[in-house]
Every structure is written in C-alpha cells, then in structure tokens.
C-alpha cells in the first residue's frame, strides 16, 4: 500500500505521518494521527481510508494472531530464497525447492533441541529490552491483577488477569511491554508465564517435527496407469527475464559498489554530455558526418 501511496503522495513529512499512523498500537492515537494527516492534507486523508484500516494499521490488528508485523518480509525473504530455482524447469524448481526445505527444517528443530530457554532467543532478547525500560515505570495497585503504571508523563492501565492494557502492545504481540513487565515484577510472579505460547520452545519445535519426507529418482517411481503429462508448449518473451525485483527508492543499496544513478554520461570522444563513444555521432577527425 505503501509503494502506491508515495507515488501520489511525495515527501518526508507524507511518509512520517503515515508510519506514525500505522505503527500506533491505540485506537486513539490512530485516531489523532489521521486527524494530523486530515489537517496536512485532506486528499491523502481520504486515499488512505479507502483502504481497511484492519490491512495497514496496528491499532485495528486482531490480537488473535499475536503479531504486530506491518510489512510482508517473510515474502521478500522466500523470494530472495528461491531465486536461483526461478529459472530451472517446473520439476527441477520444486524439487530445488523441496531439498533445501528437507534441510532447512532439519536444522530448524535440531538447534531448537540444543537451545536451553524455555522462550525463543529473538523474543528472549525483546523481553529483556523490556525488562531493561521497566526500570522507569512506577505500579500503583488497584487489586492483586490490576495495576496503574506511570510512565514519565503517562499512565496505563495493566490487566494482568486478561494480559492486556491500553497501549495494546502486549494484546498485539503476546510479548508484556514495559509497562506490563513493571505489574509482574509488582505481582512478584515470572514474566515468562505471561509470555504468549506461540513463542515458545515446545511450539517452535511442535512447528518444525513434521519432517519433509525423502523422494527416489524418477527412475524408482511406479509406473501407473494413467498417461504421461506432456510439457506445455513454450513462449519464451521478448527481451532478457527479469530476475531481480525493483527495489523502492528508500530501500538500502549495497554499500561496496559505486552507484551511477544521477551521473551524467560523458562522450570520451568529443567529451559532450549525453552519449557515449558507441553513440558518437562525431567522427574520430573531428569533423560530424
């Protein structure tokens, strides 16, 4: 949605008020950023409402599924993955596909056997990010499960009994955020209880146990009695396929290698700018034919 958006919309200040709208886990504050958006910009206002917010913005996500992702990385990921099996036939690409998912999930369940946590380390290490901020919040008690955190300048309401409070951080992504770390500390009960099981080890390796099962080569298979699968006839396009994606301006290039965009290109024959020596149109004497 984004890429669509700042072809009408350019700017660093249209990109800032939208990611800040997207991001918020609150209602409320979704709210004020979009009134913010209406105010700097009435008609970017209304291109984003046509869109369900449920698709682009935190504060409508399901807490259902226990993720506050925004982006689709895990796609980009899998696409990088199998790029070098894009260009083999229909049956070598899956079975390119198929031998490094056999690996893959191997080396997925057998290192999460060796891991000693109870809760997975990229989460682990989030929790303790938290741990570390909770040091700022103050608790005042309600009842034994219901806590009023103070923040700096701002209070939250932290429900440990429904493992949720207003900025709907833990809600999103089963993991309790500062504010719901500083009521468990208070509580005096394991901030690891109250961690989401979809993060944990017996889930992870419950995800990863069923194995991909090894194929002999088609010279093993049975013959059966149904007739064989003629290939499709090909149409091969004009022009050179295209394997790697177009990449958004914004996104990171690699550093080591010298970028020539923006550059102009210089003739080294008559050094006039805008073509080069195969396009030359002066002849090597000087003179233009």
């Keep these: ?90 049956l070598s690409m899956f079975e390119w596909i198929r031998k490094r998912l056999i690996k893959r999930f191997h080396v997925k369940y057998t290192g999460m056997l060796k891991y000693k946590g109870a809760i997975c380390s990229n989460k682990q290490d989030l929790l303790e990010k938290y741990k570390y901020e909770s040091r700022n919040c103050f608790c005042t008690p309600a009842d034994d499960k219901l806590y009023e955190v103070e923040y700096f300048d701002r209070s939250y309401v932290v429900n440990l009994n429904e493992r949720s409070y207003t900025c709907r951080v833990w809600d999103l992504n089963g993991i309790p955020c500062k504010h719901g770390v500083s009521a468990i500390y208070a509580n005096r009960e394991k901030l690891e209880e109250y961690v989401s099981p979809y993060y944990s ?79 030359c149109k002066t002849s090597l004497t000087g003179e233009t034919p």
């Design 1 to 90: 949605m984004y890429e669509n958006y700042k072809k009408v919309f350019r700017g660093g200040e249209y990109k800032k008020k939208l990611w800040l709208a997207a991001s918020t886990g609150s209602l409320r504050s979704w709210q004020r950023h979009m009134e913010a958006i209406k105010n700097f910009d009435e008609a970017a206002h209304t291109w984003l409402l046509q869109y369900d917010p449920r698709t682009w913005s935190r504060a409508h996500f399901s807490t259902h599924t226990q993720s506050d992702a925004l982006q689709n990385n895990i796609c980009e990921y899998f696409n990088s993955y199998i790029l070098r099996a894009r260009d083999l036939p229909i």
């Design 201 to 279: 080890k017996d889930t992870y390796l419950a995800v990863y146990n069923h194995m991909i099962h090894p194929v002999p080569s088609k010279e093993e298979w049975e013959t059966t009695i149904y007739p064989n699968i003629k290939a499709p006839i090909p149409r091969k396009p004009a022009g050179r396929p295209q394997k790697k994606r177009i990449r958004a301006l914004e996104e990171t290039r690699n550093p080591y290698k010298v970028s020539r965009s923006g550059k102009q290109v210089v003739c080294g024959n008559c050094k006039h700018v805008g073509h080069n020596v195969r396009g």
